[in-house]
């Protein structure tokens, strides 16, 4: 992705001066570009460069800002789908037997080939690494591309997840422990919510670690007492909508929310996160960033209160990150990147952009692929 970028050059009458102003964007960058969006991750669809070697560990999750990404841009035929369902399919972990649905092994999907050789720790060989976000991913992309998923073991799945929630209602990703917190109990959430079963999880556990996850000022943290955070906040509010303990009309009764959540004192919140520049940051006194239109934008959205949001002044800031190489950069003018690409283009969609399909906010797919479940 090198390459300059072509610029008029000043005339010998008018040398360079710090005063100048910057030469005028490209004109394709001045407004949404789908082709060249479509042609960015259709690339990295066939090869990937080199890199994001290092997180080879992620691959299922690079390949669903990939795949759902297409998605969004309705250039879904330019991936073959059944491909794409079998090499996923090739990441689940199997229990060798049903008695092995009791050794505290959860039996999901491993992020990456190399997650699925097994591993020496301390003299004990791990053979199973399988990921609650590894799993979230592989699932959206199965449903993405229109693999039925009661195909899948979803009985030994969510019975071997179940074991990796805490007493406190958090959820760990792995078997052999790991951080805990809103992230993966959202990815837990959406699993059930895909697989239409909630035996993985107690619910009401839950909900309870979310509320306990509430900050003095409103926001969320990503584990009890921490600081606000744009992405906690979707990871509550979602979790919260796909167990069932919000609905579509939150925001017009969030005085009959109070046992749940403060989603008046959220939204405050979540308003005071755009800035000066249109953008939306993740926490105060950060700089706006791409990926946070998404995540502060789809709390709200989630809340009902998407006319809160000044969408000029936003549709503005991610034009600045859009790149003239198709994708999205987290800052304005930087190179692009898949996950800041992926939330760019799911930011465009809650926008409401045309010629791109709608999201399901609180599942992270579009409407049309979370339609049948």
Known sequence: ME??????????????????????RPLSLTSFDRERHVTFLEMMYHMLPYHYQSQEINHLTL??????????????????????????????????????LGNGQFYGFHGSRSSQFPSKDDAIFIQNGSHLASTYCALAILKIVGYNLSNIDSASMLRSMRSLQQSDGSFMPIHIGAERDLRFLYCAAA????????????????????????????????????????????????????????????????????SKANIRSLLDWSLQRQVADGGIQGRPNKDSDTCYAFWVGATMGTLGANKFIDERGLRSFLLTCQSEYGGFGKFPEELPDLYHSYYGLAAFSILGEAGLKPLCLELGVTEAAAMSL
Request: glycine content about 8%.
């Open 191 to 258: 699993i059930c919510f895909l697989l239409n079963n909630w035996n993985g999880m107690d619910r009401e556990k839950a909900k309870e670690y979310i509320l306990n996850c509430q900050s003095y000022d409103g926001g969320f943290g990503l584990t009890p007492g921490s600081e606000s955070h744009g992405g906690a906040a979707y990871c509550a509010i979602a979790s919260l909508r796909l167990m069932g303990f919000i609905g579509d009309d939150c925001l017009s009764n969030a005085s009959a929310l109070s």
């Open 63 to 100: 390949a669903y800002f990939v795949v759902s990404g297409l998605d969004i841009l309705d250039a879904l035929d330019r991936v073959h789908k059944d491909a794409v369902a079998d090499w996923v399919l090739s990441f689940q972990a199997h229990p060798r037997s049903k008695a092995d």
């Open 3 to 24: 390459g300059d970028q072509d610029r008029e050059l000043l005339s010998d009458s008018d040398p360079p001066s710090p005063s100048l102003s910057p030469p005028p």
